[in-house]
Nanobody, 122 residues
Framework: VQLQASGGGLVQPGSSVRLSCVASGFIMDYYAMGWFRQAPGKEREGVSAISGSSDGLTYYADSVRGRFTISRDNAKKTVYLQMKNLKPEDTAVYFC???????????????WGQGTQVTVSS
């Protein structure tokens, strides 16, 4: 099982970035997918999550709602996080995760990726 996140980098405040997470080794269709982030000295926090079923339920942390959009393409085994209007406080390592069950912003996920760094700075 592997979750490979990519798309991070150094960006200016107000910029947009799209993170991708490619899954392998399991049938992603059945899994809820989540994005989490961890800033230096802080606990890992849930950013967004999406259900594995066709209902397409999505969840967002209050701090990113309206700026971030989660989506998935099961055919490509990929989940995305489109981030707009980035702020310095969005700086963190972003992780994708998978769980067989309901999506959640709690880190009770089974599989985790290695993370990709997003730095928002002028």
């Amino acid at each position: 099982v592997q979750l490979q996140a990519s798309g991070g980098g150094l960006v200016q405040p107000g910029s947009s970035v799209r993170l991708s997470c490619v899954a392998s080794g399991f049938i992603m269709d059945y899994y809820a997918m989540g994005w989490f982030r961890q800033a230096p000295g802080k606990e890992r926090e849930g950013v967004s999550a999406i259900s594995g079923s066709s209902d397409g339920l999505t969840y967002y942390a209050d701090s990113v709602r309206g700026r971030f959009t989660i989506s998935r393409d099961n055919a490509k085994k990929t989940v995305y996080l489109q981030m707009k209007n980035l702020k310095p406080e969005d700086t963190a390592v972003y992780f994708c995760a998978a769980v067989l069950g309901r999506p959640s912003l709690q880190p009770d996920y089974t599989y985790w990726g290695q993370g990709t760094q997003v730095t928002v700075s002028s």
